[in-house]
Nanobody, 127 residues
Framework: QLQLVESGGGLVQPGGSLRLSCAASGGLTADYYTFGWFRQAPGKEREGVACISTSGGSTNYADSVKGRFTISRDNAKSTVYLQMNGLEAEDTAVYYC???????????????????WGQGAQVTVSS
């Protein structure tokens, strides 16, 4: 069973940066999984932020974060990252890492294909 643990959340001022990490353990080796980052703000549905294919060669981003966020992975360390720059108040949410055995050419940024979820990390953007 794949287990995911997020870290790196916190409080940051508008325009600042944070890097989230997601450590994977258990299950198959990390390179068998597509990974995604999702977020959920109070009173809103969980939404996709970014995803990355098994090899890291393909990524996909929500329009709201394109040009500001970058997803990456280090399969040797079984870790997935989300570098967030130019943070805005609207980015405030609990951020979740998720894993999937998705093998399509384009990784999905909707929740359906993801079977494994972390516990979430709070990101608060405020002055």
């Amino acid at each position: 069973q794949l287990q995911l643990v997020e870290s790196g959340g916190g409080l940051v001022q508008p325009g600042g940066s944070l890097r989230l990490s997601c450590a994977a353990s258990g299950g198959l080796t990390a390179d068998y999984y597509t990974f995604g980052w999702f977020r959920q703000a109070p009173g809103k549905e969980r939404e996709g932020v970014a995803c990355i294919s098994t090899s890291g060669g393909s990524t996909n981003y929500a329009d709201s974060v394109k040009g500001r966020f970058t997803i990456s992975r280090d399969n040797a360390k079984s870790t997935v990252y989300l570098q967030m720059n130019g943070l805005e108040a609207e980015d405030t949410a609990v951020y979740y890492c998720a894993g999937s055995r998705w093998f399509g050419s384009t990784c999905p940024i909707w929740t359906g294909p993801y079977d494994y979820w972390g516990q979430g990390a709070q990101v608060t953007v405020s002055s």
